[in-house]
């Protein structure tokens, strides 16, 4: 897939993960493709984002963090799987990786990094690279990803009762601008931070 972006932004505006970008009329808009135009994007605001220092990567939170990483095994496994709470753009950014871990490095040894890095992640846990690095991450993010996409949908059959009370419980302290406090169990504590982050940038 290729886009079209300006060569010169006039002006960008950063807030709440959501941009903003504004061209001057006429100017001149190579082609590039996907992941290049939002490198090339994330170089031009780099002064705005510098005022914004926890402002994370446009695909590094919430469901837009899972729809890149449903893209990255769905990518890796030839597969069409996504969050159900989707960014169309994060997913395809995703799949895009997965498809090039597949190419350099797919195999037995990459395939049981995955998996064995998506036990982690859905589980809470911190984690721990065992195998090819870039095929384990790609496995964590996944398993993460799954777990506080279906705790925020309510798919207690999918993740655990435990999970979907405890975004519920982060959720509504989010809400009510309570400090978070999240239970001590890893998997609990991530599904309660998945709501505690939720909570500030999903109506």
Do not use: W
């Amino acid at each position: 897939m290729r886009i079209k972006i300006a060569e010169n932004c006039a002006s960008a505006f950063l807030a709440l993960g959501f941009v903003a970008v504004m061209t001057p009329v006429g100017a001149a808009a190579p082609l590039l493709t996907l992941e290049d135009a939002v490198q090339k994007f994330h170089s031009d605001i780099r002064p705005a984002v510098a005022a914004f220092p926890r402002q994370p990567h446009y695909c590094g939170l919430s469901y837009r963090y899972e729809s890149y990483g449903f893209g990255l095994v769905s990518g890796y496994e030839d597969q069409d799987q996504r969050p159900p709470m989707n960014d169309e753009g994060c997913f395809r950014l995703g799949r895009q990786k997965g498809r090039r871990i597949r190419n350099s490095r797919g195999g037995d040894h990459c395939t049981a990094a995955i998996n064995d890095g998506q036990a982690q992640g859905f589980r809470g846990e911190t984690h721990v690279i065992r195998g090819p690095s870039e095929c384990s991450n790609a496995g964590y993010i996944y398993g993460r990803s799954y777990l506080t996409a279906y705790a925020r949908a309510g798919r207690a059959d999918l993740v655990g009762t435990d999970c979907v009370n405890a975004y519920g419980q982060g959720s509504n302290d989010g809400k009510n601008d309570r400090m978070a406090s999240p239970p001590s169990r890893p998997q609990a504590q991530a599904c309660y931070m998945a709501g505690h982050h939720d909570s500030k940038i999903i109506p």
